[in-house]
């Protein structure tokens, strides 16, 4: 993690909870979508720049892929969320 990310959203957010599993598993998908939305939502409020939006919500499954998700990119489950 990087340190701006820690300063802004803390050491654990709803990505690390909610993203955690296969999500090969639609209903699992589903949720971590929600949460990246929440995340990424309050990361614009803190940012205030709405040109940042796409690059912002990138970074956030960057990190769900990389860091968030148990299974890591190499997983069918976890790319074919990534890419839904």
Not at 21 to 37: E, F, I, M, P, R
Not at 48 to 64: A, Q
Request: with cysteine.
């Amino acid at each position: 993690m990087t340190k701006d990310w820690v300063a802004k959203l803390g050491q654990s957010t709803v990505l690390d909870q909610c993203c955690k599993a296969d999500l090969g598993d639609l209903t699992a998908c589903d949720t971590c979508l929600h949460a990246g939305n929440k995340v990424h939502s309050r990361l614009m409020a803190i940012d205030g720049n709405h040109s940042h939006s796409t690059d912002c919500f990138d970074f956030i499954v960057l990190y769900v892929v990389g860091i968030a998700n148990e299974f890591g990119p190499e997983s069918d489950g976890t790319i074919t969320c990534a890419f839904a």
